[in-house]
């Protein structure tokens, strides 16, 4: 156990979240919003968020279903698709609303469909935004047939990553929800214009969580977990404190009956545990000193935005922390992230200063 019991950091930011819409936005949202001051939001709803009148109707439901008394910012993205409009990215991103697009490639993860299938399609909208210096998240896998599952991000690095870097050179990319290896160090060998997002679970599972025992639903995602050496790969990387690597925790809610369905959705949903969880992972690492950039200082200085005044003060208590298996939302139930061990981090909102 770390000598340290209390820990204040600057508020957190999401860089990567699913609010999903409907009664699953309402039922989950105060999930993020308790603790988190902003959070890229993802498009890939049905329809997707393809134009800026699409973001700003979003944001707006989005607005509605936070919590009274919650201080909470979504940043939102447009999702990448062929025929994208570059006026209108330029327009949403001169506006303030748009503060990235989202590279899906097609049939990669939930509402993928409309995704990127040839990248040359989208060469018009990525030439413009290197011109504003608009971020381009990335969901970094291929989806060949051929590939198999484990080596999708790798082999996306090769194929698609440095061809595209080369050709634009100055265009700002994250990777998100990085899970291997390669991934680490791929970002490690770039100088510029390159960050990631690593997620909660990632630093926690491997592949044996959902595959040992059983199939573990709940433990699902994409990109899926992978073997024990890029998970420990990946907790270097956060703990590290190298600016290049920032939170972007791809909490993703399905209902529990889709996600135990014969053929179950991708995603987990972290939120509620989030800083917890973390908090544990940093602690384990004895790199409790680098929480607050990892969560709260790395992401803001890539994005161009000022970091959170409001704090955020983590306390780690002799009883382990309790908290809801399922939220309830008028989508139905949602499991919470499960990390297999017990929590002694509890969150305490902090005053400014």
Not at 297 to 319: H, S, T
């Amino acid at each position: 156990m770390s000598a340290v019991t209390e820990l204040e950091i600057r508020r957190p930011d999401d860089w990567h979240l699913h609010l999903r819409a409907g009664a699953m936005l309402d039922g989950i949202t105060p999930s993020t919003t308790a603790d988190f001051a902003r959070a890229i939001i993802m498009p890939n709803l049905v329809p997707p968020v393809v134009t800026t009148a699409d973001a700003e109707a979003y944001r707006t439901r989005i607005m509605a279903a936070v919590p009274q008394g919650d201080t909470f910012e979504p940043l939102m993205t447009l999702y990448l698709t062929g025929v994208t409009d570059p006026d209108d990215v330029a327009a949403g991103a001169a506006s303030g609303l748009i503060k990235a697009l989202k590279l899906y490639p097609a049939g990669a993860t939930t509402n993928s469909e409309s995704g990127i299938r040839d990248i040359e399609t989208a060469y018009p909208v990525l030439e413009r935004m290197s011109e504003i210096g608009l971020p381009l998240c990335m969901h970094g896998e291929v989806t060949d047939p051929d590939i198999d599952i484990f080596d999708r991000e790798a082999v996306f690095i090769d194929r698609v990553l440095i061809p595209l870097r080369a050709r634009f050179p100055d265009l700002r990319i994250v990777m998100e929800h990085v899970t291997s290896r390669q991934g680490v160090d791929y970002v490690r060998s770039q100088e510029k214009n390159l960050g990631a997002t690593l997620t909660v679970h990632h630093l926690i599972i491997n592949r044996n969580a959902y595959l040992v025992g059983g199939i573990k639903p709940h433990f699902y995602c994409l990109p899926v977990a992978k073997r024990e050496t890029h998970r420990l790969a990946l907790r270097e990387a956060a703990t590290s404190g190298d600016s290049r690597f920032f939170l972007g925790t791809d909490s993703a809610p399905h209902a529990d009956p889709a996600k135990e369905s014969a053929c179950g959705c991708a995603g987990i949903f972290t939120a509620p545990t989030a800083m917890s969880c973390l908090a544990h992972v940093f602690e384990q690492e004895n790199a409790l000193d680098k929480l607050e950039a990892f969560v709260s200082l790395n992401g803001p200085a890539y994005y161009g935005l000022p970091v959170n005044e409001e704090r955020l003060r983590l306390v780690r208590g002799e009883a382990p922390l309790e908290w809801p298996k399922r939220v309830s939302t008028g989508a139905g139930p949602v499991t919470v992230f499960d990390p297999g061990f017990p929590l002694f981090w509890r969150v305490e909102k902090g005053a400014k200063g």
